[in-house]
């Protein structure tokens, strides 16, 4: 199965109906089908859930979405992630990355998708708590087992990630991060170095050059924005940017849909877009994203960033 090779992966937290513990129903089932079919008619195949979406009622749609279409596991990639549980009564959400806890969390995801093995799992948010020793046998039997086939995490340092690595037997592929033409600090701590700003700006400087150094492929969860550039704007800043988006996708024959997520597949780290949208037409927005070559040039790029981050560049 090829793995970890879409332009864009869909993901699928805004699947299963309430951010509450209700049951969901058919009417859920039917809008999931509705935006899994407009990923794979873009030409999307890799989903991405984590076991906490809609408090798991996401993988279990998802997995009533695999029961109405007999071959459909076979064509696609089933990402998914543990590591965070949810608030529960008088305890707070917190992050758990203790090795009994990831097998467990694994298994009822197998069981909320309807299948037997996940191709990749992420580890959700770093854990101070975790033990690296304890995560790397909870992993390396996963993988033995036959139940995960890749790895990766989320949010995490390079220096995370690489204390990490130091106790696998396995590699980890990917590394998932809120990146995006508004959320751009990935981009600008390369830029403030030596700068005041540099202290302020908080993104781990080293962990873009360290995920391509050693083949770990960067996802960007959060990719449009929430819509602020292709309608929902807020700020002078975010109001200039819209209409520019607006104007290169008139000027290119696109969506600007398009244009957000070219913005971050064009850095040469490879970048891959995570879009979250349920819609099916907002969905089927993002098809030139998925299907051709970044279409911005090199001015466009920084005028696209310039304009954003509401200031020149220092």
Not at 12 to 20: A, E, I, S
Not at 77 to 86: M, S
Not at 240 to 253: I, N, Q, R, Y
Request: aromatic share 6%.
């Amino acid at each position: 199965m090829r793995l970890m090779a879409d332009r864009v992966l869909y993901g699928c937290m805004g699947l299963g109906g309430t951010w509450d513990t209700r049951p969901y129903g058919a009417a859920d089932i039917d809008e999931a089908e509705a935006a899994v079919r407009a990923a794979l008619d873009v030409g999307i195949t890799t989903f991405d859930h984590a076991d906490i979406y809609r408090h798991g009622k996401a993988e279990s749609v998802f997995g009533e979405v695999l029961a109405r279409a007999p071959g459909l596991r076979e064509r696609i990639v089933l990402q998914t992630k543990c590591g965070i549980r949810l608030p529960d009564g008088d305890r707070p959400g917190l992050y758990d990355l203790r090795g009994d806890r990831i097998v467990q969390r694994v298994e009822e995801s197998l069981t909320r998708l309807r299948t037997d093995v996940i191709d990749v799992l992420l580890l959700h948010r770093p854990d101070p708590l975790a033990d690296p020793e304890d995560v790397a046998k909870a992993l390396l039997s996963l993988h033995e087992q036959g139940l995960v086939r890749q790895f990766g995490v989320s949010n995490m340092s390079a220096e995370q990630i690489a204390h990490l690595r130091g106790y696998l037997g396995v590699p980890l592929v990917a590394n998932q991060l809120e990146m995006s033409l508004h959320r751009r600090d990935w981009c600008e701590a390369g830029v403030l170095v030596n700068t005041p700003a540099a202290a302020a700006n908080g993104f781990p400087l080293g962990t873009l050059e360290y995920c391509r150094e050693n083949g770990i492929a960067l996802q960007a969860w959060g990719s449009l924005a929430r819509g602020r550039f292709t309608g929902c704007q807020e700020t002078p800043a975010e109001h200039a940017t819209a209409d520019l988006v607006a104007a290169l996708a008139e000027a290119k024959g696109t969506t600007p849909e398009t244009i957000v997520l070219w913005w971050l597949q064009r850095h040469p780290a490879g970048i891959a877009p995570v879009i979250g949208s349920a819609r099916p037409d907002r969905i089927r927005a993002c098809r030139d994203a998925v299907q051709q070559e970044p279409g911005l040039t090199h001015e466009e790029w920084y005028e696209l960033w310039i304009t954003a981050r509401g200031a020149p560049l220092p």
